[in-house]
């Protein structure tokens, strides 16, 4: 048995470890040797995404009758805490898999699943999803992008900013309003595939303050011609309601990261602190260090239980709004808290590039902004009191 199935979480069994051995592998192989290039280069390399479609990485919870693995939510909460254990967070899986794949199966047709999901499974395609505009990002209904039908074609004009794996997507979902007169009701989904789209452009890579190996890219649509038959399920209009539905697996994957991260956290401190010296005695020994990694450790164990009750409602399908809310801005806010706590033990250290404690200290702090920013997760909650 390996150290990471003696504890395993009550929504995994031995498949899915099975899964993460391999999830793990890869990740350690494939992944972790290319971050500090990746992280140059600000983004990682497009092979990397077919390795990881070969191997079966893509799109795991999708059916198989559309080239996916067949699997769960469990199989994309395991590769999302396998990145953060692995020290290799860059390849933009959660958005690909966990959310493009997943507006795909819920909402296209027929046509559109069987079109592309299997390319998404492969690798062949890298999926990315639009909702964010320089002139808005948290009230979406405001989106100034339109796809106006003409004919059998809708066209499509403005423009998108923070677009995760924008620099490498061929398929795009793109938030506009087919109704620009209307608010919420005037917006729809529209599947963009890149490769042939005259009038489509990609803006610069942006630079961040972390996460520099995930590339974030503005994307531009000057008149793009788009095939009616590329508008998500087929009926215009529905777009917000779609967007919302699937909303919640998004924050419950970005909440996931968020404990696994303070796991991570805890342990690269543990390990510095114990072995690092001051005034003749390991930093850890210090009361003041023993009791604030105490508190981050009781964090870890609450955020733990919190999470894994949360994906055993969601795979029941019994999550719901407010709850998958509380468990992203409560443990991203946690998240941060314990890196910044963490950091400090490191003293100058932990302000070097090459120590990873920095490296999950800038790259936490935009858990609470993505996904809806933590301010919209409690507008959220209140609705519900
Ligand atoms: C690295 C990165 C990756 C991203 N990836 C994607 C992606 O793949 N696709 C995509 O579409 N977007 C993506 N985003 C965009 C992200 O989702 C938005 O930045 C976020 O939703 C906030 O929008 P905004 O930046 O326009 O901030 P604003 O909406 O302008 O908010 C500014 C501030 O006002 C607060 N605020 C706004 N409204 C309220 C309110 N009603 N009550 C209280 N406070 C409020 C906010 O909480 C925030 O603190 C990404 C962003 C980053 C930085």
Redesign the pocket.
Known sequence: MSAATKNIPAWSDEDIEAFRDLARTFLEKECAPNEDRWNEQQHVDREIWNKAGDLGLLCPSIPTEYGGGGGTFAHEAVMAEEQIRAFAPSL?TA?HST?VAHYILNYGTEEQKHRWLPKLATGELVG?????????????QAVKSRAIRDGDEYVLDGS???????LLADLVIV?AKTDPDNQAAGISLVVVETADAPGFSRGRV?K?I??HG?D?AELFFDGVRVPAANLLGGTEGQGFVQLMQQLAQERLVLALGAVASIEKTLEVTLAYTKDRHAFGKPVFNFQNTKFKLAEVATTAKIGRVFIDDCIVKHLAGELDIPTASMAKWWLTQAQCDAADECLQFFGGYGYMAEYPISRIYTDSR?QK????????M??IISRFL
């Open positions: 933009g958005v959310i990315a999803v639009a909702m964010t505009e320089p002139g808005t990002g948290s009230d979406l998108k900013t923070f677009i995760s794996n924008g938030v942006l961040k972390g996460q995930q974030t935009i902004i993505y996904g809806g920013t933590n301010e919209i409690k507008e």
